[in-house]
């Protein structure tokens, strides 16, 4: 795929870009697809359009809430240490998210890291590589909520604040066995977390069907009525003891 004159080309797809004025801070980005097959004859056949409008969105103000300066607090403790009388030399095998971060605070603590990673490509499901034409492309496995307080702290230290790109609170998944159809979980802002998320569920009624909607939602109600302790209280848990 390739990006030229605002005009995306692929084997399947034909794509043609428009920007749309946003306020102040925004940006948007409107992508009109027009699906193709081959027909009989070798042409090119249209079997219906396809939009899908990208908008960039204004970070979230996360510097003051408790869990942020939490994890302020914790990471800024390394940085000041007394230098080790022997500082450890630590393996550290793979240079995923988890990987790189832990390199990092222990080379804050002044220790030795060693960094092991057997991919060409650091980052793991963050990864991010170049193609032929020079365009940059996510392995896209993993989102980032403003929720995570050590993660964008972390994001803070590194100075990569403005590299990130804020998204409307939305989880879009392709529909399974339907080319081209997507099916939204819009999470309205009005709502606090978790009860924003259980609307969204409730509201969607392509991917999950009734009975699997009321089963997601009860599912959920340990870690509402529990909170932050009981969502902590699973971390040393394993899946099969689930």
């Not at 988890?98 to 991919?119: F, I, Q």
């Not at 034409?133 to 995570?148: A, R």
């Amino acid at each position: 795929m390739s990006l030229c004159g605002g005009s995306v080309s692929a084997a399947d797809f034909t794509c043609q870009t428009n920007s749309i004025p946003m306020p102040a801070g925004q940006q948007s980005l409107k992508f009109s697809f027009l699906q193709a097959s081959k027909s009989t004859n070798g042409r090119n056949v249209a079997r219906g359009p396809l939009q899908v409008m990208c908008m960039d969105y204004p970070r979230p103000e996360l510097d003051n809430t408790v869990n942020f300066l939490e994890a302020t607090t914790l990471s800024s403790s390394f940085c000041p240490s007394p230098l080790p009388a022997k500082p450890l030399k630590v393996v550290i095998a793979g240079a995923a998210l988890a990987g790189l971060s832990t390199a990092k605070y222990l080379a804050d603590a002044r220790h030795d890291p060693l960094l092991l990673e057997a991919r060409d490509a650091l980052g793991g499901k963050v990864a991010a590589w170049k193609d032929e034409d020079g365009d940059w492309y996510e392995t896209g496995l993993h989102i980032f909520f403003g929720s995570f307080p050590n993660i964008q702290n972390l994001f803070g230290e590194l100075v990569i604040n403005d590299c990130l790109q804020w998204k409307e609170h939305s989880m879009i998944f392709a529909m399974p066995n339907e080319l081209g159809e997507f099916s939204w979980f819009d999470y309205p802002e009005v709502l606090p977390a978790p009860f924003n998320g259980i609307w969204a569920i409730l509201k969607n009624n392509e991917m999950l069907t009734w009975p699997e909607e009321v089963k997601f939602a009860v599912g959920l109600l340990p870690a509402m009525i529990g909170g932050k302790a009981y969502v902590e209280a699973q971390d040393g848990l394993r899946v099969m003891k689930n």
